[in-house]
């Protein structure tokens, strides 16, 4: 069945350092792969999507890499700020189809001064 | 501004209640999304919809059924409610062709089942 592991530990990190959170897959062949974020309370927001044939994505301070043989995908925060304090979820799309998503079950990411 | 509303944000119910959460969506989505979110098991999805009065079951159909009768609205219907039923319940709509899917979330209905 299909399988996707996120860190559950938190990620502690100082403000201005690069955040990189993992994704991992298998048993899986996903056509493509977003990332959302969520903050405490409330639902996710989406961030950035990646196609298969896609290497990197990036949006203004976030960059998503994708690598289909490694089955792992790679989100970069620069520069982070404690704003950017939250949980990531990364999300891929279903085999069964319908714009259906399988989630991940988030890393927490936290941003110190 | 886009949005998804759910009809409440805490509810509290007794075990054996009916209970209706309720999932409006302005944005003329074809696809709408029940999950529901517990720790350590992230978002599962329940339900799904790609338009009127069609239905699908996601990964864990059982003790829930849903209804669509206008294409903005799509409410999840506990039957039975039981105590594991507490959860935080999210809805979500998106196109059913995008360039992105991208999924839009709801503010999420935390449920307690006494």
């Known amino acids: 069945s299909q399988k996707i592991e996120q860190n559950s530990e938190a990620l502690n990190i100082q403000e201005g350092k690069t955040a990189t959170l993992t994704c991992n897959y298998t048993?899986?062949?996903?056509?493509?792969l977003q990332w959302y974020r969520q903050d405490p309370g409330r639902g996710p927001v989406f961030l950035l999507l990646i196609r298969e044939n896609e290497k990197e994505k990036r949006k203004e301070r976030l960059k998503v890499t994708f690598d289909t043989t490694l089955k792992q995908s790679l989100f970069h925060i620069t520069a982070s700020q404690p704003a950017d304090s939250a949980t990531y979820l990364c999300?891929?799309?279903?085999?069964?189809?319908?714009?259906?998503?399988?989630f991940g079950t988030g890393t927490q990411l936290k941003v110190e001064l | 501004d886009v949005k998804v509303t759910q009809s409440s944000r805490y509810l509290v119910k007794r075990t054996g209640e009916k209970v209706f959460l309720e999932c409006v969506q302005d944005?003329?989505?074809?696809?709408m999304f029940w999950y529901r979110q517990d720790p350590g098991l992230g978002l599962r999805l329940i339900y799904f919809?790609?338009?009127?009065?069609?239905?699908e079951k996601g990964d864990i159909p059982e003790g829930y059924s849903v209804s669509r009768e206008k294409k903005e609205r799509f409410s999840l219907i506990l039957e039975s409610a039981s105590t594991n039923q507490t959860s935080m319940y999210l809805c979500a709509s998106s196109l059913l062709q995008a360039p992105s899917n991208e999924q839009f979330f709801g503010p999420g209905t935390r449920l307690t089942v006494l």
């Open positions: 048993n899986y062949s996903p056509a493509y």
């Open positions: 999300a891929l799309d279903n085999t069964g189809g319908g714009n259906k998503l399988t």
């Open positions: 944005m003329d989505h074809e696809n």
């Open positions: 919809s790609y338009d009127v009065k069609m239905k």
